[in-house]
């Protein structure tokens, strides 16, 4: 089994790394929906957004149960903890910038609210017709799709949500929005979207990864009661790897069905290739950005490759092939050879010799005057070595976009990792 590359930080990095990648991940829309509004309007990125991330949840959650050992004995058949659980290791829900509190009543029956809501913070300044289909159009049927994984009779529900009233004192002001969740056996069996099915036969859906070693120091699953906040300092650098992994599948199981729907609504291959890669650009810019920035990688070409082997692009290894040893020598060429990635059309079958704008911008949030050079290496090969410019480049405009997002500075704040218990 191909190791992962991600066993190559240290405990305390990965601890470090899980929730920027977490949140990473929900830069993906940030940057992926300007781009959809640009070419074909608000109504429908809505729809966009809706297809994109009901057709992912679904099956990013059960491998994270399966993962981490807190799938239901009986498949579909969990209760509103799998459910939380399910949502604190989601890219949809990036801690403490989707600050989700919980209660629970019962295994059928609970409750959450938002504290702090970042996609929130993202579009109330674009006015109230972006809050509404945020938190009513998108969330609505989105929600319900998460939770289907756990439970088919499990609803979400809003108890109060946006557009909030301009007098920062009135009811609906804090939390940002708060839900029921409950499972009732009188409820229509929640059906999944079309597109789901496409998914679900993905390479990514299905891809095996090592299994956590139950041996190593730290915690090795989430099977154990419900946390009010994950300390994942206090998992195993084993699970830790595994969360990597994971969360990067979840990124690329989100930017496929995000390319399903954008295909359905695109004139030609070239204009579905150029949102895409807008939306890569973006998104693997400011990630990296935060990444390099939480781990304090070197702004040279070593930090450069470092922080390219562990960037979701190229990660996990056993979905992305690619030589990026962490301890090679920085000026080293890095061959990328094709893989289940490419099988999927993932992230990386959109670069190569052709197109290495995204690789770039991976690379020039360290220093704007390194950069890549891309050249054939054989039958669907192609390699790539990092290079300093005497000139600085520009930013790319779709990484400008993306900064637009309150996710590019948020900072995670220390917390207290207590158990809930049912009140």
């Known amino acids: 089994m191909t190791p992962s590359r991600y066993a190559e930080l240290s405990r305390a990095d990965l601890a470090v790394l899980v929730p920027e990648l977490l949140l990473m991940g929900q830069l993906i829309d940030r940057s992926g929906m300007a781009w959809c509004i640009s070419e074909f309007g608000r109504e429908e990125m809505l729809q966009v957004a809706i297809e994109e991330w009901a057709a992912a949840s679904p099956i990013y959650t059960r491998r994270m149960q399966r993962a981490l050992g807190y ?46 809501c970042g996609a929130l913070m993202d579009v109330e300044p674009m006015g109230t017709d972006y809050v509404k289909g945020m938190c009513h159009d998108i969330e609505d049927p989105t929600f319900d799709a998460t939770a289907i994984a756990s439970h088919p009779k499990a609803q979400v529900r809003p108890i109060h949500r946006p557009p909030r009233s301009p007098d920062a004192q009135a009811a609906d002001s804090r939390p940002h929005c708060a839900w029921t969740v409950i499972i009732d056996d009188s409820y229509p069996d929640a059906q999944g979207i079309p597109a789901l099915a496409v998914n679900e036969r993905t390479r990514a859906a299905s891809l095996e ?82 990444i390099a920035r939480a781990l304090g990688i070197s702004r040279d070409e ?40 490419h099988d999927d059309g993932a992230w990386i079958s959109l670069c190569g010799p052709g197109w290495t704008q995204a690789l770039a911008a991976v690379v020039q949030v360290l220093d704007p005057h390194l950069d890549v050079e891309v050249t054939p290496a054989g039958d669907d090969a192609w390699s790539l070595v990092v290079v300093r410019r005497d000139q600085p480049a520009p930013e790319a405009k779709e990484v400008t976009v993306t900064k637009f997002s309150t ?17």
Do not use: W
């Open 71 to 116: 799938a239901p004995a009986v498949p579909g058949q969990g209760d509103v903890v799998t459910i939380f659980k399910g949502l604190q290791l989601d890219i949809g829900a990036p801690p403490q910038f989707m600050d989700f509190r919980y209660t629970v009543h019962d295994p059928r029956n609970g409750e959450f609210r938002l504290d702090h």
């Open 209 to 290: 990864l090592a299994p956590i070693d139950p041996a190593d120091e730290g915690a090795g699953d989430y099977a154990g009661p419900l946390l009010g906040d994950l300390d994942f300092s206090a998992f195993s650098h084993s699970a830790l790897v595994r969360i990597a992994d994971e969360v990067c599948l979840q990124m690329h199981l989100l930017d496929r069905a995000f390319a399903i729907a954008v295909e359905s609504r695109s004139e030609s291959t070239e204009q579905l290739t150029r949102i895409r890669r807008q939306q890569l650009t973006g998104a693997a810019g400011v990630g990296a950005l935060r």
């Open 302 to 341: 070593e930090g450069a490759r470092r922080l390219l082997a562990i960037h979701p692009l190229l990660n996990p290894a056993a979905y992305v092939d690619a030589d990026l040893d962490l301890a090679a020598d920085p000026a080293a060429e890095i061959v990328v050879r094709r893989s289940p990635a």
């Open 407 to 423: 996710g590019t500075d948020f900072t995670f704040q220390p917390r207290t990792s207590l158990p809930i218990t049912p009140v």
